[in-house]
T-cell receptor, first 112, second 116 residues
Framework: GDSVTQMEGPVTLSEEAFLTINCTYT??????LFWYVQYPGEGLQLLLK?????DKGSNKGFEATYRKETTSFHLEKGSVQVSDSAVYFC???????????FGTGTSLTVIP | GAGVSQSPSNKVTEKGKDVELRCDPI?????LYWYRQSLGQGLEFLIY????????KSGLPSDRFSAERTGGSVSTLTIQRTQQEDSAVYLC??????????????FGPGTRLTVT
């Protein structure tokens, strides 16, 4: 069945460091891919998405490219800030949208 | 516009009692999902409603858990005879599964359930 495998944390970076959080998936066909973020004490928010191969989702300086050849959707940011400290979840949805699969989440802490 | 809302935000209950958790999805969203997030864990899918179709209950952990969605809108998740392992944050999400949708889900703030 469909699934998402996400890099385990926790990850601790200094401010302005480069961030990569790996995400790979297994799915039938061409699912939509998402990154969600959960800030401390808050609910999940959509960070970015990509709906077809080679699409690049971007938001708040974060980017992720839908790579069908490597079945990956890695999250990157060139220069992290303390305010980026949160838990990041990779997710995919089935073609019909009725199944949503989340990774286990990666906790990021950015220190000044 | 208004997002997904959930109530209560926090619920403390004694073991063995029943609890009801409420979710108000975004107006016009056809799909509604319930998840459970235990401390330090990822999201565990519980149940999915889409329009008037029969719900997908494949994620419910036991027959103590049930959910309904009235009028295609508000949903209630009920946990009977609560156990301490039911303690978690229960998240509700809604989505529009129509033409052109990319199916992203919009999450509510969650209900933190503590069973003592």
């Amino acid at each position: 069945g469909d699934s998402v495998t996400q890099m385990e944390g926790p990850v601790t970076l200094s401010e302005e460091a480069f961030l990569t959080i790996n995400c790979t998936y297994t799915a039938t066909g061409y699912p939509s891919l998402f990154w969600y973020v959960q800030y401390p004490g808050e609910g999940l928010q959509l960070l970015l998405k990509a709906t077809k191969a080679d699409d690049k989702g971007s938001n708040k300086g974060f980017e992720a490219t839908y790579r069908k050849e490597t079945t990956s959707f890695h999250l990157e940011k060139g220069s992290v800030q303390v305010s980026d400290s949160a838990v990041y979840f990779c997710a995919l949805t089935s073609l019909a949208g009725n199944q949503f699969y989340f990774g286990t989440g990666t906790s990021l802490t950015v220190i000044p | 516009g208004a997002g997904v809302s959930q109530s209560p935000s926090n619920k403390v209950t004694e073991k063995g009692k029943d609890v009801e958790l409420r979710c108000d999805p975004i107006s016009g969203h056809t799909a509604l999902y319930w998840y459970r997030q235990s401390l330090g864990q990822g999201l565990e899918f519980l149940i999915y409603f889409q329009g008037n179709s029969a719900p997908d209950k494949s994620g419910l952990p036991s027959d103590r858990f049930s959910a309904e969605r009235t009028g295609g809108s508000v949903s209630t998740l009920t946990i009977q005879r609560t156990q301490q392992e039911d303690s978690a944050v229960y998240l509700c999400a809604s989505s529009f599964l129509g033409g052109g949708s990319s199916y992203e889900q919009y999450f509510g703030p969650g209900t933190r359930l503590t069973v003592t």
